[in-house]
């Protein structure tokens, strides 16, 4: 049975949905959602995978912070995308558990990648949903992204906050933009938003919409891709993001299983029983007395 929890970690609350002893597991996966999404994004699988999941499984996925119920950081922190590997690391200390295997979707994807590259000693098992690396770009683009990386954070800074007058309303608008069913999105919307004053209000930090400030070289995600030690699993849709198909056969280790899967960019919430299953049989070859 799922369970929603809240940890005070480093000063700040941390909210995540799980299933299985965090205590006594003998391997932790930790799922990491995409960008303004949150831990809900993963209940469809993590419910899929319920009886295959013994006891000696923990399933944790964290809303990272700043979206769903963990708490926000401060006034002038705007979710440096390096600081959330500190984040990562932070949270997965402080896991008892022997073993620990990240999932990531998109933006969490990103993080467990790098997180796993810089800390091979804390990851036994790396597994990636529509996501490979960090995001690149060439050099000679840094100037310009720092401009409108600070003139992003300017309009936040002025853009009044506005709500939605109904429920249905804010659903209707976040299933358009994610391009799925209403019925898909509930589980995020329904985490994700909160009613205040009236109004229907995102609960994600508005600072999560400003541009980054910098963003690494091709080179540089390379040397991060190359640097992952542990089994890693790469999940992608059959119509998701094309950049990833040709990315990842151009800089994946040979030896890194590559599956596809139905559906979009969240193909996890199109197919949670497939994404599952793969997940799963994951989970087993890291450690296959974790499965009954």
């Known amino acids: 049975m799922l369970e929603q929890h809240c940890y005070h970690v480093s000063g700040r609350d941390v909210a995540v949905i799980e299933t299985g002893n965090r205590r006594s597991a003998a391997c932790s996966v930790v799922l990491l959602h995409g960008w303004l999404d949150n831990a809900a994004s993963f209940t469809s699988v993590m419910t899929s995978m ?20 963990s708490g926000h950081k401060n006034s002038d922190n705007f979710y440096s995308f390096h600081d959330y590997i500190d984040d990562v ?29 810089a800390f091979p000693e804390f990851v036994d098992g790396l597994f ?18 720092l401009r409108n990386g600070v003139n992003s954070r300017v309009r936040i800074r002025r853009k009044p906050r506005r709500g939605y007058d109904s429920y249905d309303t804010a ?7 994610s391009e799925l069913p209403e019925a898909l999105v509930a589980p995020i919307v329904e985490r994700g938003i909160g009613l205040q004053d009236g109004q229907w209000m995102w609960r994600a930090d508005p600072k999560l919409s400003s541009q980054s400030l910098y963003r ?4 540089h995600a390379e040397a991060v891709l190359a640097a992952i030690q542990c089994p ?11 950049s990833l198909k040709t990315y990842s056969r151009a800089v994946l280790p040979g030896q890194t299983d590559i599956q596809q899967v139905a559906g979009g960019h969240h193909c996890h919430l199109e197919h ?21």
Request: charged share 15%; hydrophobic share 45%; proline share 4%.
């Open 232 to 242: 890693f699993q790469v999940v992608l849709g059959s119509h998701g993001y094309s």
């Open 216 to 219: 690494m070289s091709e080179a």
């Open 89 to 117: 690391h932070q949270f997965l200390v402080t896991l008892s558990a022997k073993k620990k295997i990240l999932v990531g979707h998109s933006l969490g994807g990103l993080i467990a990648s790098c997180y796993s590259a």
């Open 50 to 69: 319920a009886h295959q999941i013994s006891p000696n499984i923990h399933l944790c996925a964290v809303d990272l912070p700043g979206h769903g119920l």
């Open 171 to 177: 659903l209707q608008v976040r299933a358009v933009h």
């Open 128 to 145: 990636l949903i529509e996501s490979i690396g960090p995001l690149a770009e060439s050099a000679e683009n840094s100037v310009l992204r």
């Open 272 to 292: 949670p029983e497939q994404v599952g299953e793969l997940l799963s049989q994951f989970i087993m070859k890291i450690d296959e007395t974790t499965f009954s």
